[in-house]
């Protein structure tokens, strides 16, 4: 069948609309037909060149809610007619990292920028050549052949538009807290960043009891929205939130600080290892280039004060079950969705879509396909 896109050419470059053949799904893939696609900074990195592709043409999307409209051979965990989520890491359960707790490092995650399904082949095509798929799912693509390891059932009665911030932003900020920085009840908890991650992040915070919950933003817009999420104060930048997080904990720093800033750098994740105190923890979830190296940081202070670096992916949480736990508490009106959504695009807008991201207009932004 044929379906319209959203893709990339080249790098850098720019999200350009085409028509796509896909194929029939295989063994262990289904057909979706997605309703919507979160607008997540990670697939603008794709457009800037800051992160590498290994498949051009590349259909963009890695957050996406849908149905599931077909299913190939020896699919044992979804059916026609089923409501999905993506997954961005996909999960096989089978290998050393499934089995061992850490789902979110699942060994067909090396496939994820090559674009291709776990076989290394590809099921969408252009002018007779094959195409990628952000993360095994390009969400960008209305119809789409994808792995089921890719995907994660979920109640019918949440709408696509929320559903498919569970593929990553909601998560990954929500986990990166949890897991990540492991917050306590009474914790002053810095959250750097406060969009369509970081904002989960505060909730989380707030969630497990954080005494005081700083949100950092340059963007007067995301500081009031993180008010309304729950943080307690709301800074324009890192030297006033630690001098505060220093006000609150005799002087010492927040417990930790979660940097979730959409380019990350060195001089972030720096400054966050400043405002935290002994024992205190820096969580990078943002990305930035790839090619950026060093972190300039005192090591004996990190020494010294047993401060602790922690990288995370998905925020550390397995996302089969994060997606669907999270998709529990939102049926229980425990966590916020619908605030997260700031504005929808039709797929022909997607550019549009992206400029209002980086202009501060948006929490999150969300592709709505034609029905």
């Known amino acids: 069948m044929r379906?319209?896109?959203?893709?990339?050419?080249?790098?850098?470059?720019?999200?350009?609309?085409?028509?796509?053949?896909?194929?029939?799904?295989?063994?262990?893939?289904?057909?979706?037909?997605?309703?919507?696609?979160?607008?997540?900074?990670?697939?603008?990195?794709?457009?800037?060149?800051?992160?590498?592709?290994?498949?051009?043409?590349l259909i963009g999307g890695h957050e996406g809610a849908g149905v599931v409209e077909k299913v190939g051979p020896a699919v044992r965990s979804l059916a026609v007619g089923d409501h999905v989520v993506a997954q961005f890491v996909p999960s096989c359960g089978q290998c050393?990292?499934?089995?061992?707790?850490?789902?979110?490092?699942?060994?067909?995650?090396?496939?994820?920028?090559?674009?291709?399904?776990?076989?290394?082949?590809?099921?969408?095509?252009?002018?007779?050549a094959d195409v990628g798929q952000m993360t095994m799912v390009?969400?960008?693509?209305?119809?789409?052949?994808?792995?089921?390891?890719?995907?994660?059932?979920?109640?019918?009665?949440?709408?696509?538009?929320?559903?498919?911030?569970?593929?990553?932003?909601?998560?990954t900020g929500w986990c990166s807290a949890e897991y990540g920085a492991e917050v306590e009840a009474g914790d002053t908890v810095i959250v750097m960043g406060t969009g369509g991650v970081g904002m989960n992040a505060v909730q989380a915070a707030v969630t497990r009891g954080a005494?005081?919950?700083?949100?950092?933003?340059?963007?007067?817009?995301?500081?009031?929205?993180?008010?309304?999420f729950?943080?307690?104060?709301?800074?324009?930048?890192?030297?006033?939130?630690?001098?505060?997080?220093?006000?609150?904990?005799?002087?010492?720093g927040a417990h930790s600080a979660i940097v979730t800033v959409g380019v990350t750098t060195g001089e972030h994740v720096a400054s966050a290892v400043n405002a935290i105190g002994k024992f205190g923890t820096v969580v990078v979830t943002g990305i930035g280039d790839f090619k950026a190296e060093g972190l300039p940081i005192n090591i004996w202070m990190l020494a010294m004060l047993q401060k602790r670096?922690?990288?995370?992916?998905?925020?550390?949480?397995?996302?089969?079950?994060?997606?669907?736990?999270?998709?529990?508490?939102?049926?229980?009106?425990?966590?916020?969705?619908?605030?997260?959504?700031?504005?929808?695009?039709k797929l022909d807008e997607v550019n549009q879509a992206y400029a209002d991201m980086h202009a501060g207009r948006n929490i999150r932004g969300v592709v709505l396909h034609e029905t």
């Open 3 to 57: 379906t319209r896109a959203a893709a990339l050419l080249e790098q850098p470059g720019k999200w350009q609309i085409i028509d796509v053949d896909i194929d029939e799904p295989g063994e262990h893939e289904v057909l979706v037909r997605f309703v919507a696609a979160g607008l997540c900074h990670s697939d603008d990195h794709a457009t800037t060149g800051d992160m590498p592709v290994g498949k051009l043409p």
């Open 96 to 128: 050393r990292a499934c089995v061992s707790g850490g789902g979110n490092l699942c060994d067909l995650g090396m496939y994820a920028l090559a674009g291709c399904m776990p076989d290394g082949t590809y099921r969408a095509h252009h002018d007779g």
């Open 138 to 171: 390009g969400t960008f693509a209305q119809h789409a052949v994808v792995s089921e390891h890719s995907l994660t059932k979920v109640p019918d009665d949440i709408p696509f538009h929320v559903a498919a911030l569970l593929s990553c932003g909601v998560p």
């Open 211 to 228: 005494a005081h919950v700083i949100a950092v933003d340059p963007v007067p817009f995301k500081r009031e929205k993180a008010l309304e």
């Open 230 to 252: 729950g943080a307690t104060h709301a800074f324009a930048g890192i030297d006033e939130a630690a001098e505060f997080g220093r006000s609150v904990t005799n002087g010492q």
């Open 309 to 345: 670096i922690q990288g995370v992916i998905f925020g550390m949480g397995t996302p089969p079950h994060e997606i669907a736990r999270l998709a529990d508490m939102y049926r229980a009106g425990r966590l916020k969705l619908d605030e997260l959504v700031t504005t929808t695009y």
